[in-house]
């Protein structure tokens, strides 16, 4: 299995590393932040986020569960 190098954590877009509803706008903020993260990734090959297992799509779409998760307990 090919092992890519590990993204800059400084060349993270600061918006992307972690989720901040106020950061996004819109009726979703959270389907926001994760469609521009999936984005980011998907632009150059072995981008990664500086959070989750591997910081791939997977953990991003497992952050937006954790986070929805969040929510509901809150309300």
């Known amino acids: ?15 992307l590393a972690r989720y901040v509803e106020s950061e996004w706008t819109g009726t979703d903020p959270l389907g926001a932040w994760r469609n521009a993260c999936l984005q980011w990734l998907r632009e150059v090959e072995g981008r990664r986020l500086p959070f989750g297992e591997y910081g791939d799509s997977v953990d991003v779409i497992r952050e937006c569960l954790r986070v929805k ?5 809150r309300a």
């Open 1 to 15: 299995m090919a092992r890519w190098k590990p993204t800059d954590p400084g060349a993270v877009p600061e918006e």
């Open 69 to 73: 998760m969040e929510l509901a307990k």
